[in-house]
C-alpha cells in the first residue's frame, strides 16, 4: 500500500474512533516514509484524542522538526498550547483535505 494510501486510512480510522487500527496504518506509514511529518501529526491527534497532551506535544512538535512547513502539526501544536485550550474534534487539523471532501 502507498503511504498516502496509508495515511488516508489512518484518518479514515482515527475520525470512526478505532485508533489501534489508525495506529498500525501509522506504523506502516513510517516504514515508508521515516521523515515526513504526517504520520507523527496523525499520532498525536490520537493522543490528544485520548487525553495525553504531553505526549500529543511530543508528536505535534517532531513532526513540525521534520517539516516545519506543514502546518497542520504548527496548528495542532499552537491550538494544544494555548493557555485557553479546550478539546474540540472538530478544530483537529489532519493536515488532509479528506475531512472536507465527501466521504470516501
Do not use: C, W
Not at 489508525?22 to 506509514?29: K, M, P
Not at 516514509?33 to 504526517?38: E, T, V
Not at 511530543?58 to 496548528?75: E, G, I, V
Amino acid at each position: 500500500m502507498r503511504f498516502d494510501d496509508l495515511i488516508k486510512k489512518a484518518i479514515i480510522e482515527i475520525k470512526n474512533e478505532n485508533f489501534l487500527k489508525a495506529t498500525e496504518y501509522i506504523h506502516l506509514a513510517i516504514s515508508e516514509d521515516d521523515n515526513s511529518a504526517k504520520p507523527h501529526n496523525l499520532l498525536g491527534i490520537i493522543e490528544e484524542i485520548n487525553g495525553n497532551l504531553e505526549l500529543a506535544n511530543n508528536h505535534y512538535r517532531s513532526a513540525y522538526s521534520l517539516d516545519p512547513t506543514f502546518k497542520a502539526s504548527d496548528n495542532n501544536l499552537k491550538r494544544i498550547t494555548s493557555f485557553y485550550y479546550v478539546f474540540d474534534l472538530e478544530e483537529i487539523d489532519f493536515g488532509e483535505t479528506i475531512g472536507k471532501q465527501a466521504p470516501i
